[in-house]
């Protein structure tokens, strides 16, 4: 078993209970893998996590920005709390050392990867408000992940990709893009998404994602870094 007490010292944090910091990083294949592990996986924590995170983060926008009306507020939000973000500041946090994975996750890089520290930070805020309170998760989330808010300010990061793409495209060539689904698989609840963005009949770059707009999304994300834009 990983040694969770570094964690907890990293961040200045101590838990009254230690399971739910353990459960906070348990993902299902570790149990397919050990069933006779006592906990269960991060699922539950990580529903409950992301929406003590939109209100943590609703909350502190509402009352730091009160001239901003709610549809730029609502960009700043989706931009703090998306998968990209979240699994970043993961990373930052040194998360990955302390995932529970089966083998063959483990070995998973990339994209999977991602998803999953963006879901353990989730269920990490989750196991937090439940050991220790709203008030916690609020100091916790203030210091790590608002912290972030102006350099997406000052960038535009929270400006949607696909209206960056577009604006780029329609300035620079003159092109509106176009979005085709190159490919699809997986049953109905896991779905997976290969998409093309074009100019014309270029294809400029491929995104994926478990929705077509999620794949579009990434589709155009690369196609700004394929364009230099």
């Known amino acids: 078993m990983k040694d969770f007490s570094l964690l907890e010292k990293k ?43 939109e209100l943590v983060v609703t909350e502190y926008l509402y009352q730091n920005y009160p001239e901003k009306p709610e549809g730029e507020l609502t960009n700043w939000r ?24 089966s083998r063959g996750e483990e070995k998973e890089i990339g994209k999977a990867r991602q998803y ?3 879901n353990a930070f989730e269920a990490f805020i989750g196991s937090i408000y439940l050991d220790q309170g709203y008030k916690t998760c609020q100091e916790f989330i203030k210091k790590y992940l608002l912290k972030k808010l102006p350099e997406i300010i000052k960038k535009g990061l929270y400006i949607d990709v696909k209206s960056r793409f577009q ?20 049953p109905d609840h896991a779905k997976h998404f290969i998409v093309g963005v074009f100019l014309g009949e270029e294809l400029i770059a491929k995104g994926e994602g478990s929705s077509k707009q999620e794949a579009e999304e990434d589709a155009a994300k690369n196609g700004l870094e394929v364009k230099d834009w």
């Open 11 to 53: 961040l200045n944090l101590k838990f009254k209970n230690k399971d739910f910091l353990i459960q906070a990083f348990a993902h299902r294949s570790y149990l397919n893998e050990n069933p006779d592990f006592y906990l269960s996986h991060n699922e539950r924590l990580e529903f409950l996590g992301d929406a003590v995170l």
């Open 116 to 118: 999953i520290l963006a």
């Open 78 to 101: 989706a931009a703090l709390v998306n998968a990209k973000m979240l699994s970043t500041l993961a990373q930052e946090l040194d998360f990955n050392d302390f995932l529970l994975l």
């Open 167 to 186: 604006e780029e495209a329609q300035e620079r060539v003159k092109i509106t893009p176009t979005y085709k689904v190159l490919d699809e698989w997986g």
